[in-house]
């Protein structure tokens, strides 16, 4: 099969059913190769006319696109589904989602390079905020419009106008974006989701590295969604006693909110109080109290009792880090970034006001911590572009600071994968007052990059 290009996104075009036994003969290795040759940005595979497919016969499409990508450094993926195809992909991958969605080529095109100078007006929306903030980045980056939908209702609204966009985008995913482990909320709480009855495979479920970076990263407050929870045995008993124990070293909270004992020994409850558990009836009697907010430690962090030592593994990607950073930052303000001094040390900040911070955490193949800190002009910048309207609303702002570091993260985490060092990453931990951050980073060393944007200065700071 031989792929077909416009406007540099090459497209295959298999038909009829695609399963596991005749995929390979849609797209072999030679077809992929064939390509190399090609000047373009993207790499696609067409669903249009085919008829079925299942998870064999994507996965031999997958593992061929993703060999081209790693070695041309290109965008690949799946174009041309309905609604039902969509929901099919995603759960065939899941959170292993690692290659794009586009509902069409027209789409498609949107996110390459070519059109920059050719811009658009589209309608955007996605249920996920990472993602959405990822796709609204991209297309102002190539010179497009997004209008950007907040909610299922505002979209349903406006795309009721189709006349009055190029595209209407829904259903569409940016591979290597988005985290689906956890959900951050207002207050930087992390909230985990359990059901049913809770045993010992709630040791394997539970993603215990995401869960130790996030409180490197700065997160004091977790709160366990447990309405749909039935019931717990000993098992399950134990594994959280061992982590809150893990978390009174880091002087963080752990808290269960609609979790009912009608079907547990009481005796688990008070078991769990004595680890240092907190319950509450209702998700809102926390997230709408902002004095209990900061009393649990979902508004201040504090210095964990660990340190680690910066390694040479983390040093050598500092460049990666950086140039993520860098450009993102440039895209959004139109500004230039000049890089003032680069010391070895604990971090130091300089006139502490006026100034908003960010954390966020990666682990895997390395593992460390990148921190920013933002003159407030520029996180007022980011938030313009993210909810397409200026605001003095500071956790609006804060809000949008956390889905803005939050692509930071997932393009350091691409850049990554280019050199074949497979991270993830955690949700970004947002600081209105930069000395609660200092607070939890004061015995942290680190490479500190200062930055000038025109002006304003930025500091970048990479530590473990």
């Known amino acids: ?3 077909t290009v416009k406007g540099r996104v090459a497209v295959f075009h298999p038909q009829g059913f695609l399963d596991g036994n005749n995929a390979p003969s849609f797209l072999t290795l030679e077809d992929i190769k064939a390509t190399e040759a090609l000047n373009i940005d993207m790499l696609l595979v067409s669903l249009k006319k085919v008829i079925f497919f299942n998870r064999n016969g994507l996965d031999v499409f997958i593992r061929l696109l993703l060999s081209i990508r790693n070695q041309k450094h290109i965008a690949v993926g799946l174009c041309d589904y309905d609604s039902t195809k969509y929901k099919a992909i995603n759960t065939f991958y899941g959170e292993n989602l690692n ?4 509902r069409s080529e027209k789409i498609a095109e949107l996110f390459t390079p070519t059109n920059k100078s050719d811009s658009k007006t589209v309608l955007l929306y996605n249920e996920d905020p990472s993602q959405r903030s990822a796709m609204a980045i991209e297309l102002f980056d190539y ?3 997004p209008i950007i939908a907040q909610s299922r209702k505002e979209f349903d609204e406006k795309k009721q106008n189709p006349d009055l966009y190029y595209a209407i985008i829904e259903e569409t995913y940016l591979g290597l974006f988005g985290q689906k482990i956890a959900t951050r909320v207002t207050g930087n709480a992390i909230i985990y989701t359990i059901s049913n009855f809770l045993d010992n495979e709630i040791g394997s479920t539970f993603n215990i590295s995401y869960h130790n970076n996030s409180l490197n990263v700065g997160f004091r407050l977790f709160i366990f969604d447990a309405y749909k929870v039935v019931s717990m045995n000993v098992h399950a008993l134990n594994f959280f006693t061992k982590l809150a124990s893990s978390a009174a070293e880091y002087n963080a909270t752990i808290c269960f909110v609609g979790l009912t004992f009608e079907k547990t020994p009481e005796s688990f409850k008070n078991d769990l109080e004595d680890a240092g558990m907190l319950f509450y009836d209702n998700m809102d009697d926390i997230l709408k109290n902002k004095e209990l907010l900061h009393e649990l430690g979902g508004s201040a962090a504090a210095a964990s009792k660990h340190t680690r030592t910066l390694n040479k593994a983390l040093v050598n990607e500092l460049p990666h880090f950086i140039d993520a950073t860098v450009s993102t930052i440039a895209m959004m303000t139109n500004a230039q970034a000049t890089k003032e001094s680069m010391n070895v040390q604990t971090l130091e900040i300089k006139n502490s006001e006026n100034q908003f911070a960010s954390s966020i955490g990666f682990y895997g193949d390395i593992d460390g911590m990148i921190i920013l800190i933002f003159p407030k002009d520029i996180a007022k910048k980011a938030c313009e572009l ?8 500071e956790e609006a702002i804060l809000d ?19 050199k074949k060092h497979r991270v993830d990453i955690t949700l970004p931990r947002t600081y209105a007052n930069v000395d609660a951050l200092m607070e939890m980073a004061q015995n942290k060393k680190g490479v500190q990059v200062n930055l000038s944007f025109e002006g304003s200065r930025f500091v970048f700071f990479l530590t473990r």
Do not use: P, Q, Y
């Open 400 to 418: 949008s600071l956390a889905e803005f570091v939050n692509i930071i993260g997932g393009r350091a985490k691409a850049l990554l994968a280019e």
């Open 99 to 102: 290659f794009s969605l586009f």
């Open 143 to 145: 010179g497009h419009n």
């Open 386 to 393: 993210l909810i397409g309207e200026t605001t003095e609303d």
């Open 1 to 3: 099969m031989r792929a």
